[in-house]
């Protein structure tokens, strides 16, 4: 089946570039999600199809994809971008969700 | 606006059954599926499967085959997951989210979560 590998923890000072990458295998022929979860609620959608974003969602955050390995860059790094930060995409093989294991960001 | 709304906590016994709702508001909710996900305390995002909100088809992650049902009530917008035969380690969250079908424009992303369902299983 298919995995996706996060680093488990990414940490930034305020004010700077975060960058949270998600391996996989031929990664950039998939459609990539991101998805944010602060402690204590539900996750949100913050990037889909690797670089579009939801309304509501800050141009702070951005999102690319190349050969195997997809990045979700959140720029100006603020407080309250502090959460787990999860890939995801669908494995059409399976015809099911795939996750990876989530990237804690920790603002310094 | 666009939300998911699910049922409050719950506590059950190991061997009992937990039957968990999802309320969907203001799209149209045969327009996508309902998917299950639940989080283990300190853990990751598990998926536990999804119901086809038109037609009432399921597809579950192995782990959960014989142990859980999905069903929809299509005329109240309401998706239900039910997990039998709980064990201890059936404590999590369970999240409801709506995922894209092939005609929404957003296959396979889970843009709309539910607040999420706490299930502690405790003797």
């Known amino acids: 089946s298919y995995v996706l590998t996060q680093p488990p923890s990414v940490s930034v000072a305020p004010g700077q570039t975060a960058r949270i990458s998600c391996g996989g295998n031929d990664i950039d022929t998939e459609d990539v999600s991101w998805l944010q979860q602060r402690p204590g609620q539900a996750p949100v959608l913050v990037m889909y199809y690797a670089q579009d974003r939801p309304s509501g969602i800050p141009e702070r955050f951005s999102g690319s994809n190349s050969g195997n390995t997809a990045t979700l860059s959140i720029s100006s790094v603020e407080a309250g971008d502090e959460a787990d930060y999860y890939c995801q995409v669908w494995d059409a093989n399976s015809d099911r969700p795939v996750f990876g294991g989530g990237t804690k960001l920790t603002v310094l | 606006q666009v939300q998911l709304v699910q049922t409050g906590a719950e506590v059950k016994k190991p061997g009992a059954s937990v039957k968990v709702s999802c309320r969907a508001s203001?799209?149209?909710?045969?327009?996508?599926?309902i998917n299950w996900v639940r989080q283990a305390p300190g853990q990751g995002l598990e998926w536990v499967g999804r119901?086809?909100?038109?037609?009432?088809?399921?597809n579950f992650a192995q782990k959960f085959q014989g142990r859980v049902s999905m069903t929809r009530d299509t005329s109240i917008s309401t998706a239900y997951m039910e997990l039998r035969s709980l064990h201890s380690d059936d404590t999590a969250v369970y999240f409801c989210a709506r995922v894209g079908g092939d005609n929404s424009g957003t296959y396979g992303v889970f843009d709309i979560w539910g607040q999420g369902t706490m299930v502690t299983v405790s003797s």
């Open positions: 119901i086809n909100t038109y037609n009432g088809d399921t």
């Open positions: 203001e799209y149209t909710f045969t327009a996508y599926f």
